[in-house]
T-cell receptor
């Protein structure tokens, strides 16, 4: 059974601080996706990484896929209140539409 | 470009009843997946349809079923509802299968009383 362990589960920080969210598994994934979800809405795709060691940047967000394609991290620089939300990592495997989701990280950025 | 549309947004049903949820994917998207989201279990995969064929199925009982129509619209059905079926049901679409990034709808919040 493929599992993705996401940490931390909750994070409350002040505006301007940096943070990192981790997503780990013992399984290899062909892709790793990060989503952000607002209350009452569906997850919104932030990025997809597919190559081991790949790093992608989206403004203040930096995503990394582990060399062995078993883990990933999301780093936010100078967090802002607008970054508040639930961050989810999801692993995809080959020619299947099934995603394995981590439990999520609830981020609160205080002004 | 319209997003993924799920109807209804909210639903209250009584234990033992059945329910049908609808999902209209983004135009041109042929892959539709369904997920159940609960506070305790997070997002769990229900099933995926591609060109009217069920491609994958998650570990849910047979009370959960779905189908996809020729226009890619999809429905999922839950029969003999249980209190534990209360959840946010999310539909996601993609141009093709492969798990490389999905667009999710806003979900249907199902409450079973």
């Amino acid at each position: 059974t493929q599992l993705l362990e996401q940490s931390p589960q909750f994070l409350s920080i002040q505006e301007g601080e940096n943070l990192t969210v981790y997503c780990n598994s013992s399984s290899v994934f062909s892709s790793l996706q990060w989503y952000r979800q607002e209350p009452g809405e569906g997850p919104v795709l932030l990025v997809t990484v597919v190559t081991g060691g790949e790093v992608k940047k989206l403004k203040r967000l930096t995503f990394q896929f582990g060399d062995a394609r078993k883990d990933s991290s999301l780093h936010i620089t100078a967090a802002q209140p607008g970054d508040t939300g639930l961050y989810l990592c999801a692993g995809g495997s080959g020619n299947t539409g099934k995603l394995i989701f981590g439990q999520g990280t609830t981020l609160q950025v205080k002004p | 470009k319209a997003g993924v549309t799920q109807t209804p947004r909210y639903l209250i049903k009584t234990r033992g009843q059945q329910v049908t949820l609808s999902c209209s994917p983004i135009s041109g998207h042929r892959s539709v997946s369904w997920y159940q989201q609960t506070p305790g279990q997070g997002l769990q995969f229900l099933f995926e349809y591609f060109s009217e064929t069920q491609r994958n199925k998650g570990n849910f009982p047979g009370r959960f079923s779905g189908r996809q129509f020729s226009n890619s619209r999809s429905e999922m059905n839950v029969s003999t509802l249980e209190l534990g079926d209360s959840a946010l049901y999310l539909c996601a679409s993609s141009t093709n299968t492969g798990g490389y990034g999905y667009t999710f709808g806003s979900g249907t919040r199902l409450t079973v009383v």
